[in-house]
């Protein structure tokens, strides 16, 4: 089956008309959450090592800051909440040892500041 359409059906309008927009999509921000994590700095293992897995993996682009602390780093990973399935799993895969901190929505973070 075939779909023809007709000359004569065609819609015309002028080219020194304004074109026609339809904006009936209205954007709703996805909620995001801030996950703290830590990551240990074994005794036989270079420092940064495991940062340095983080950021090289899929979720580097999370990483919104980092803090070194004795003998550990902790890294704050801003994500949205549809995610989160994701994150946890390629966080565990590629760092089983590290630490999974809290998990605060993103607003109650801004006003804690």
Do not use: C, W
Not at 90 to 104: D, R, W
Request: aromatic share 2%; proline share 9%; hydrophobic share 45%.
């Amino acid at each position: 089956m075939a779909l023809t359409q007709s000359i004569d059906n065609v819609e015309t309008r002028s080219l020194s008309a304004p074109p026609v927009q339809r904006n009936n999509v209205i954007p709703f921000p996805a909620a995001r959450a801030r996950l703290q994590v830590t990551l240990p700095h074994p005794a036989h293992d270079l420092p940064g090592t495991q940062l340095r897995a983080l950021l090289h993996s899929p979720l580097g682009v999370y990483v919104v800051s980092t803090e070194a602390v004795r003998e550990e780093v902790r890294v704050q990973l801003d994500i949205a909440l549809d995610d989160l399935d994701f994150t946890l799993h390629t966080l565990i895969s590629t760092l089983p040892a590290a630490l999974i901190g809290p998990l605060k929505r993103r607003h109650a973070v801004a006003k804690a500041r």
